[in-house]
């Protein structure tokens, strides 16, 4: 079972071709073919593995160009048709559509439009993005923004299929957090000249009995840290959005390119910080670089750890105005439960159920999903 599209790219401009080719990597396509014609087009779409997608640009000759492919679409109606042009001619537009042409894509091209549009194709292919994506990123270390991803990543395998990505690239340690030893990690699937499919990712997730909980670990050796790109992050992103319902990433305070692409992609970066002035000064310049890199304030949650109720260095509403958000959670300071949890390689919210913090931690999980926070309600 293929859970990434496979395209072919048609353009006589090599450089035209090499842009399209990274922009669809980074949404996840797998660039089967980068080709300076639609010559042998026919002869690459009847293979046993043809692509499900062509990008075809018809500039110079917009008319022609439709004409010498115009049988295609209806010999292979699994495959969807792009043609892109500067041309904006009706009759052009008429023509390609009544030729079973999918998308007609004006250039240049609104990106926005052009990634909805490859979504569409994916979902055609039972390829839809599906998961809910959680960003966790703490404000210092020893902040526990591991414990919280962990947690909440194995509280969700509780009501849907859920992945827990280990994005700390060097110092993470999500993989001893369920006492996991993988044999393969996030560096070896970084490969952009190979088609990520299930059996390659099944291959690379580690899995918890208890939990059902998949589990990507960081690489092995720190030196393999250079194989992550941005690139293939953003591709393993959208694959594991294709294969599960949850997708948890235990993540470090950076906007380098990876981390960048990572904020972006995340429909909620959940800010682990403890109520000290360092954590807190951190908070308050991380959350201004996320605004300033576009992120709404409804992406963005702020998670108290280790809470007291009495003896804490600032105050909460302190931290609110500072922020300008309000603090969404506060998991309570449990030590030893969480130590204990640990060292025995297992959740909290598993191995001690029924402790205060075990409480909270589910219930974050669930004020992070909607779903799960419906079915609560």
């Known amino acids: 079972m293929f859970v990434q599209l496979n395209a072919i790219v048609i353009d006589a401009d090599p450089t035209n071709r090499s842009e399209m080719s990274a922009f669809l990597t980074q949404h996840g396509i797998h660039v089967s073919q980068q080709l300076p014609a639609a010559d042998t087009l026919q002869t690459a779409l009847q293979r046993s593995d043809a692509a499900q997608l062509v990008v075809l640009n018809l500039d110079p000759n917009p008319a022609e160009a439709l004409k010498r492919v115009g049988h295609l679409p209806r010999q292979f109606p699994g495959v969807s048709f792009f043609v892109l042009s500067q041309v904006l001619d009706a009759n052009l537009l008429m023509e390609a559509m009544h030729l079973g042409v999918k998308e007609f894509i004006p250039l240049p091209i609104h990106v926005e439009k052009f990634a909805a549009a490859i979504e569409r194709v994916a979902g055609m292919n039972g390829m839809g993005k599906k998961a809910k994506t959680i960003h966790v990123i703490p404000t210092m270390g020893g902040c526990g923004s591991t414990t919280i991803a962990c947690n909440v990543a194995a509280s969700l395998a509780k009501v849907g299929k859920t992945a827990l990505l280990d994005l700390d690239l060097v110092r993470g340690g999500v993989a001893s957090y369920f006492d996991l030893r993988p044999r393969y990690t996030i560096a070896d699937v970084m490969d952009q000249t190979a088609t990520l499919d299930m059996q390659l990712l099944d291959n690379a997730l580690a899995r918890h009995a208890k939990s059902g909980l998949a589990v990507l670990s960081r690489p092995e050796l720190p030196e393999d840290t250079q194989r992550v790109t941005q690139a293939g992050f953003n591709r393993l992103n959208v694959m594991l959005g294709r294969m599960f319902d949850y997708a948890v990433i ?84 449990d030590f030893k439960s969480a130590i204990e949890a640990i060292n025995f390689g297992e959740p909290v919210v598993i191995r001690s159920p029924r402790a205060e913090i075990s409480t909270s931690l589910t219930g974050l999980a669930q004020m992070l999903n909607a779903k799960a926070t419906a079915v609560a309600a």
């Open 250 to 333: 235990d993540s470090i305070m950076s906007i380098d390119p990876v981390y960048a692409a990572a904020i972006a992609a995340a429909d909620v970066n959940v800010i682990v910080m403890q109520l000290n002035v360092p954590s807190a000064k951190n908070a308050e310049r991380f959350v201004g670089a996320l605004r300033r890199m576009g992120i709404e304030s409804s992406k963005m949650k702020i998670v108290v750890n280790r809470y007291v109720k009495k003896g804490w260095d600032i105050d909460p509403e302190e931290v609110e105005r500072a922020l300008g958000l309000k603090i969404s959670w506060m998991v309570p300071n």
